[in-house]
């Protein structure tokens, strides 16, 4: 079983599993319209991804908890050659993202993060989940909690 993160303000955490935040406002894996939950597979990378989002001062957020059985979960089928140039052509990604979701494939899947060296991306993924996908009612919300950044990241 995988426990995927996500991050988000209080005021959407009746929404961690919804995906319509990406839909109006896509991101590096979806293009606009598309539902996509964008996850990490450690709260360390949850905070990072999070972190180039916020502003100052740091407000408090919620961190959700989310499982699913591995068998869902499709790793992206990349060299470790390739992931620089996919994370620097947001175009790209967004085409490789998109057609996963359209493919109805998997409920997940796992994408190398801007924030993780390409040598490692693999034991530390971003988790990308369909919540449209025939599968996605294996994944749980098993766990959310409060939580403040550390101040010092404000520097």
């Known amino acids: 079983m995988a426990t995927a993160w ?30 996509l939950i964008y996850t990490a597979g450690a709260q360390s990378l949850a905070l990072l991804e999070r972190l180039v989002y916020m502003i100052s001062p740091f407000p408090e957020m919620t961190i959700g908890a989310i499982t699913l059985p591995n068998k869902y979960i499709e790793t992206l089928d990349l060299a470790e050659s390739e992931v620089p ?33 390409p040598t490692n991306w693999t034991k530390e993924p971003n988790i990308l989940i369909n919540p449209l996908h025939p599968d996605f009612k294996r994944a749980k919300l098993t766990n959310t909690f409060t939580f403040k950044y550390d101040h010092r990241l404000q520097k």
Not at 8 to 35: D, K
Not at 87 to 116: C, E, F, K, M, Y
């Open 85 to 117: 140039d996919l994370l620097a052509d947001r175009n790209t990604s967004q085409q490789i993202g998109s057609g996963w979701i359209t493919s109805n494939h998997s409920a997940a899947l796992a994408v190398p993060s801007v924030h993780i060296h």
């Open 6 to 35: 996500r991050i988000v303000s209080p005021r959407y955490s009746t929404e961690i599993l919804s995906g319509i935040g990406a839909a109006r406002y896509p991101g590096r894996w979806n293009r606009p319209g598309e539902q």
